[in-house]
Nanobody, 125 residues
Framework: QVQLVESGGGLVQTGGSLRLSCAAS????????MGWFRQAPGKEREFVAA????????YYANSVKGRFTISRDNAKNTVYLQMNSLKPEDTAVYYC??????????????????WGQGTQVTVSS
């Protein structure tokens, strides 16, 4: 069992930055692909970014490529999402997720076994 706790959300102006953190319990963090997803009001959940279990590969949604960076510290059981040049359309609840076989299809939420409770990110125009 893995528990995930996100933090770092908040209110920021357009063009600003935030760094989200997701702390994981358990001793097998370094065997999981870690992903970030988001869900805006009235919209479906969408993939944002994913990091392979070893941190050697990452994958991004086109909408955030070049602005967001996912990273992980396996020694601290933590994954991060650095978000720069934020836009109002980035406003959403952001969720981290962990999946043992998720790297096969990192953009699909169905591949992830564990989810955090989410953290709100609001970008004002």
């Amino acid at each position: 069992q893995v528990q995930l706790v996100e933090s770092g959300g908040g209110l920021v102006q357009t063009g600003g930055s935030l760094r989200l953190s997701c702390a994981a319990s358990g001793r097998t963090f370094n065997s999981y692909t870690m992903g970030w997803f988001r869900q805006a009001p009235g919209k479906e959940r969408e993939f944002v970014a994913a990091s392979r279990w070893d941190g050697a590969s990452s994958y991004y949604a086109n909408s955030v490529k070049g602005r967001f960076t996912i990273s992980r510290d396996n020694a601290k059981n933590t994954v991060y999402l650095q978000m720069n040049s934020l836009k109002p359309e980035d406003t959403a609840v952001y969720y981290c997720a962990a999946g043992g076989s998720a790297w096969n299809r990192p953009t699909s939420g169905s591949g992830y076994d564990y989810w955090g409770q989410g953290t709100q990110v609001t970008v004002s125009s």
